[in-house]
């Protein structure tokens, strides 16, 4: 007779091998979360260090990124991010070297050439679109890129991430309605913590799920735990195999924790109870997927510390790679910014 433990494990596989995947790559997602929470957390000790002027975490959004990049064709696809997406951006091709890169405003930083604030992430080889300043334009953008790809018929589809605060503003609504009127294949990604900076959701908007505003524009919504990998996996994959047979847009709204103040900027204890910052620890991804990995015998001690091991080898040669890269030259300040007859 089964034993009741032999049961649970049993039950736990069924769930990932049901989705088509297999333990090594339930671990290459817990990597690249355990990754992007080290750098996140290093950026944070860099910038309180007095290093480095800004830092936008995506601290509690891990679960969600890891789910919806592993449902795309991360070499065909584009992806069109915001400030809160490290582990995206990381899953999608950029290095640690790239993103501290970029927090130090370096010469050689992809994103911008060292001319942007930090989260503002950007590769042209990996299909990652520059992220623009306001909020909320990354939509319209990523509409821009699915409609061409749809024009040019090469089979790419975009995906565009945002957070609850965004989803107020115009651009956002007049992309979606632009999408769900042609078709275009886009996945539209919200990463809804609750908050908008200091602003809870309910004195944003009148709805509980923002995914219910995908009713108006005629396409699905779908509202899906952030936390929960394996459930965000499954619902990006139907978004990303609807837009790609020619069905167009999806709304995906993945519910997940911001475990930290919205920037280095801000305090949240002023605005968020006690009680409340405790209370989220408890869903952090990183600590419900490694449950879970442990439950199904995928991942042990050993594997654990052999991952953390080179995550931080990864980040300590990052940091110091970053720090000693130069600055950009100060006579290039200009460049890309005015009409320059060569051409720069």
């Not at 959004?61 to 064709?73: C, F, P, R």
Request: glycine share 8%; proline share 5%.
């Amino acid at each position: 007779m089964e034993s009741k433990e032999a049961r649970g494990v049993r039950e736990i596989e069924s769930r990932h091998q049901a989705l088509g995947l297999a333990g090594e790559h339930l671990l290459e997602m817990y990597y690249y979360m355990a990754l992007a929470r080290a750098l996140d957390e290093r950026m944070w000790v860099l910038q309180r260090a007095g290093k480095v002027p800004f830092v936008i975490s995506g601290q509690g959004h891990e679960g969600a990124q890891a789910g919806v990049m592993y449902a795309i064709d991360r070499d065909l696809d584009w992806f069109v991010p915001y400030y809160r997406s490290v582990c995206a951006v990381l899953m999608k091709g950029m290095t640690p070297r790239e993103l501290m890169l970029s927090l130090f405003a370096k010469a050689e930083d992809p994103s911008s050439g060292g001319r942007q604030m930090p989260g503002h992430y950007g590769h042209p080889r990996y299909k990652i679109l520059s992220t623009s300043s306001p909020v909320g334009t990354q939509y319209p953008h990523a509409v821009g890129i699915a409609y061409a790809a749809k024009v040019r018929k090469t089979g790419e589809i975009c995906v565009v991430s945002i957070g609850d605060g965004g989803t107020s503003q115009g651009d956002w609504h007049e992309a979606l309605n632009f999408a769900s009127i042609h078709r275009c294949p886009v996945v539209f990604v919200v990463e809804n913590n609750g908050y908008a900076i200091s602003v809870p959701q309910e004195l944003q908007m009148a709805v509980r799920d923002i995914a219910v505003r995908a009713q108006g524009y005629g396409i699905p919504g779908y509202t899906v735990d952030g936390s929960d990998v394996l459930a965000v996996y499954a619902v990006a994959k139907e978004a990303v195999e609807r837009a790609r047979r020619g069905e167009g847009p999806s709304l995906v709204e993945c519910k997940v924790v911001r475990l930290t103040a919205h920037s280095s900027d801000d305090r949240q204890e002023k605005y968020r109870p006690v009680e409340e910052l405790e209370a989220i620890r408890s869903v952090d991804p990183l600590v419900v997927f490694r449950h879970y990995l442990e439950r199904a015998g995928i991942m042990d001690e050993a594997k654990y510390t052999e991952i953390h091991t080179r995550i931080r080898e990864e980040v300590d040669d990052a940091t110091t790679y970053a720090e000693l890269a130069p600055y950009p030259d100060p006579l290039t300040a200009t460049r890309h910014v005015y009409f320059e007859e060569n051409g720069e």
